[in-house]
């Protein structure tokens, strides 16, 4: 949903966007090429070099962007210490893995491969996906899956890992895949067996659902009046933290409801524009990978 992300932020040219998940530039390159000015976060050093690389031969790129190694969630201070900057045009945030992180099986991403458990999205630090299966017990393990993966069937995967574990370190992404996989009967429904246990112990490697409340006010205090930000989840538990923290930010009272007056003297900060918007049918023929991808669009009012 890259044109309909970048759309709704009503471009300006020389307005300054947070672009808070640099990935592989796309968001960046599409608010650039429309006149605007970015700064990009990414915790990804292979994502920084190929982005960097890649806009520095676009000469009408040139001087109207800026490309910081660090957390989104960190860019009130970053982009006040780095850059002086007070107040944005616009923002947009693509949550979740990237496609290059999850192609590139060296990453340790993707239940498809056969390579060493990582998942970290900043490789320079922080401990892999091999330190949780090895490491973690018993109740941590089935929290992240519960939690973070929705899996139901994490009391046996759990077992299982704990059973390997003691004969010998679980160590690639094939083997935790295969493990899983012989947790559940053949045929099972719903893509393959592995990827709730990947997308957990991706979350909690990369802590990446705690503070995300937190980063979306601090992003819409950034906000000029009118200015707008976009955001693209990509599963239930980041969308649902996105729908509750623009729904409290959209709201004039936030008093119990039992109390009978406003007390609170809350003010709305943000406008709704729309639901959820989903891909196209087209957007899911060209890539199948947008498929359970959700745009929520909010205004600073």
Not at 147 to 172: F, S
Not at 270 to 294: F, H, M, V
Request: net charge neutral; hydrophobic share 35%; glycine share 8%.
């Amino acid at each position: 949903m890259l044109h309909e992300t970048v759309e709704a932020l009503n471009v300006a040219k020389n307005g300054i966007y947070i672009d808070g998940t640099l990935g592989g530039g796309g968001h960046s390159g599409e608010i650039l090429r429309r006149g605007g000015r970015v700064v990009a976060f990414d915790l990804d050093l292979e994502a920084i070099e190929y982005v960097s690389g890649k806009f520095k031969a676009i000469s009408e790129f040139s001087e109207r962007y800026t490309i910081i190694h660090g957390n989104f969630k960190d860019c009130v201070r970053l982009i006040d210490d780095k850059l002086g900057i007070g107040e944005i045009d616009g923002a947009v945030l693509d949550l979740g893995v990237s496609s290059y992180q999850i192609d590139n099986k060296a990453r340790g991403f993707s239940y498809m491969g056969n390579d060493r458990l990582d998942m970290r999205m900043d490789t320079s630090k922080g401990r892999t996906a091999y330190d949780i299966v090895n490491e973690w017990d018993e109740d941590e393990l089935r929290r992240i899956l519960y939690t973070y993966g929705e899996e139901k069937n994490a009391k046996k995967i759990v077992g299982r890992i704990l059973e390997r574990r003691a004969i010998k370190a679980i160590e690639t992404t094939g083997e935790l895949s295969e493990l899983v996989h012989n947790c559940f009967p053949p045929f099972v429904k719903g893509g393959h067996p592995a990827k709730r246990t990947f997308q957990a112990l991706r979350i909690a490697v990369n802590n990446e659902l705690s503070g995300l409340d937190k980063a979306l006010k601090d992003i819409v205090g950034l906000l000029k009046p009118q200015a707008r930000l976009s955001v693209i989840t990509f599963h239930s538990l980041e969308d649902r933290i996105v729908k509750q923290t623009f729904k409290s930010l959209s709201e004039n009272c936030i008093c119990d409801k039992s109390i009978p007056v406003c007390v609170c003297k809350n003010e709305a900060k943000i406008k709704l524009l729309g639901k959820g918007i989903k891909p196209s049918d087209i957007e899911l023929k060209e890539n199948s990978r947008s498929k359970s991808a959700t745009l929520r669009i909010a205004e600073k009012i």
